[in-house]
């Protein structure tokens, strides 16, 4: 039984998705053929989640008697009813393969219907459910942005060759090419805030899905809904990570989701866009708005569902030029505990939205002051583990640095 005594299959599998209002938990779960992506919705389901089935529901919106159906026998002649009045999809599919406008059409008639149901559907979860949309094709219909978190089983190609063999009979042949018309693993894995290695036996991996579900899904789950932010007290730094640029464009679509139609400025900002620069292990996000009047009321509210609640009270930077008054601006942070991040949002043209880019610039420029402050970073992180302590210490540093910076900018012709 599903947390708050709910358990259904629902499904999201047109592109665009569905923006859900509130504190709903929204995991997207995906995996090439014969990854054992099934075993992970099923040790989940166990656990308590709420099953997000995208195939059922494409099935539902157009069996007998449905008008989704009735569209399709209208477009495509009664040639793809089977002799129950069913869908013969083998029939269907020798239509559309290969035939692009034909595929459109199709696709025009039930991904509206699959939004539609997967709304009314999962408006229908407990408000503390954590719905886990098992999509096969998450990837290649662009789906990611979509949910708070996105999880990706991955198996070697000879182990799903031969799982496809063992347990649905099928031919080499036939399994290389539905593996090859998939998404690659490449593609996948930049997809994937959680990748779940299935290689080795299944209690491996009930043992790896009990440990995402116990210490990332529930707390998740309970701070957005509860609209908490994680945030670390000690400063741990962290050596570069290659990963962190791939880390902030999921997270940057993440966001530009939440937000759409709006169609705001995001960079990637902060110690993790600089390469080889240590830091601590969060995400330095900005989001540039006209006004910062802007930034409240609805902004705050969307950024918060999509699992990037504000920080408690006024927040502001350290001006780095006399005179200039307080920059300010407002903080979000992460609800998700494994992935925390900073997102400050700046009024457009604003000292600290200037400086914030400049920083990052000069710092991926100068070496030399790069290794000045990995230095300090090292020094201050071991004499002053506190973040608050840590943060207040920099700022010398900086203040000199805005100096060098405004020099290199100006010698360079650097525009924001």
């Known amino acids: 039984m599903a947390r708050g005594g709910l358990v259904a299959r629902v499904g999201l599998c047109a592109p665009g998705g569905i923006r859900l209002t509130g504190a709903v938990l929204m995991v997207g779960l995906t995996g090439g053929i014969g990854s054992g992506k099934s075993a992970v919705a099923t040790r989940l389901v166990e656990r308590g989640a709420m099953l997000v089935d995208s195939d059922r529901v494409a099935r539902e919106v157009v069996a007998p008697g449905t008008p989704g159906l009735a569209e399709i026998v209208e477009t495509f002649s009664g040639r793809v009813l089977a002799a129950d009045g069913s869908l013969d999809r083998a029939a269907l599919g020798a239509i559309v393969f290969g035939d692009e406008a034909a595929r459109r059409r199709l696709e025009a008639i039930t991904h509206p219907r699959v939004r539609a149901r997967s709304v009314e559907l999962a408006a229908a979860a407990a408000p503390d459910a954590i719905v886990v949309n098992d999509v096969p094709l998450l990837v290649e219909v662009g789906l ?153 009321g609805p902004l705050a509210e969307r950024l918060a569902d999509a699992g990037f609640p504000r920080v408690p009270q006024e927040r502001w930077d350290g001006p780095r030029s006399a005179g200039s008054g307080r920059w300010e601006k407002r903080l979000h942070g992460s609800a998700d505990p494994g992935r925390p991040v900073n997102l400050h949002i700046r009024e457009a043209g604003s000292p600290g939205w200037r400086y914030a880019l400049l920083t990052r610039d000069h710092l991926r420029a100068d070496p030399d002051q790069r290794a000045a402050y990995l230095l300090l970073k090292r020094e201050l992180a071991a004499s002053a583990p506190d973040s608050a302590t840590y943060t207040t210490a920099k700022d010398p540093w900086f203040d000199e640095e805005h100096l060098r910076a405004e020099e290199w900018a100006a010698r360079t012709g650097w525009r924001p």
Not at 243 to 268: E, F, G, K, S
């Open 144 to 296: 990611a942005p979509t949910y708070h978190l996105v999880v990706v089983v991955q198996t070697a190609v000879s182990t799903r060759l031969a799982r496809l063999a063992r347990d649905r009979g099928m031919d080499r042949a036939e399994a290389e090419r539905r593996i090859a018309a998939q998404a690659d693993d490449a593609r996948r894995s930049a997809a994937a805030d959680v990748l779940l290695t299935n290689d080795g036996a299944l209690a491996e991996l009930h043992a790896a899905v009990d440990a995402l579900w116990r210490d990332r899904l529930l707390p998740y789950e309970r701070n957005v809904r509860e609209r908490r932010v994680v945030r670390a007290k000690r400063v741990e730094l962290t050596e570069p990570d290659p990963t962190w640029p791939q880390q902030y464009v999921r997270l940057a679509a993440r966001i530009r989701h939440a937000l759409a139609p709006m169609d705001l400025r995001l960079d990637h900002i902060g110690s993790t866009a600089v390469p080889g620069l240590a830091a601590t292990d969060a995400i330095d996000i900005q989001l540039t708005v006209p006004t910062l009047a802007d930034a409240d």
